[in-house]
């Protein structure tokens, strides 16, 4: 094989595989359902030729996700003047659930595949858990320092009801509309954060 030939293989595997993170990419933008053979498809190759380039759904889907969500400084740059965590940790739970609402096929099938084969997740996106640090800045050399413990146990709290187990939990089972469930959500970590504060005296 001559240089040439193999650099133009090289090439190819380059441009098959951005085609197929790229199809991906647009269809989590779509919020529909996202599967491998529909990714395969919008990619134009077959599905056996988009598990040579990724394993399973979840490294693909961790692929085309990379770099679209903001990091979290930047997610809460409205709120970045705010010294009040109840407002900071709104605006942290509202801008999480409304874009796992606009992602919702690809976040479904992530969460599937973490309950079914968790250990072919080696990771999924953390955003949630830096929005609620960065949120909580403002009761780090407060709460954070006089009594860590309930600073940890606020974090866990919010953890639990601003993800996405939380939001499909409201529309699935509850009955919610999306809008709905994402002001239910706010409400619950607002409440978690009041908590918390009122009880620094």
Not at 10 to 20: M, P
Not at 91 to 117: K, P, Q
Not at 191 to 197: D, G, P, S, W
Request: charged share 20%.
């Amino acid at each position: 094989m001559t240089a040439q030939a193999g650099t133009g293989r090289t090439n190819q595997k380059l441009r098959t595989r951005t085609a197929i993170v790229t199809a991906a990419r647009e269809l989590i933008g779509t919020g529909a359902e996202v599967t491998m053979p529909a990714i395969a498809r919008a990619a134009l190759v077959s599905e056996a030729t988009a598990y040579r380039y990724f394993p399973d759904l979840p490294s693909l889907i961790s692929e085309a996700l990379a770099g679209v969500w903001p990091p979290p400084a930047e997610a809460l740059a409205p709120v970045a003047g705010s010294a009040d965590p109840v407002e900071r940790v709104a605006f942290a739970c509202e801008f999480l659930l409304r874009g796992i609402l606009a992602r919702e096929g690809a976040v479904r099938a992530m969460i599937s595949a973490t309950i079914t084969r968790p250990e072919t997740v080696s990771h999924r996106p953390g955003l949630r858990f830096g929005l609620i640090d960065h949120a909580l800045r403002p009761l780090e050399n407060t709460l954070g320092t006089t009594d860590p413990q309930a600073f940890a146990q606020l974090k866990l709290a919010l953890a639990v009801a601003v993800g996405a187990e939380a939001l499909f939990t409201l529309t699935d089972l509850c009955g919610l509309d999306p809008d709905e469930a994402v002001a239910s959500a706010v409400r619950t970590a607002v409440t978690l954060t009041e908590a918390a504060v009122r009880a620094m005296g």
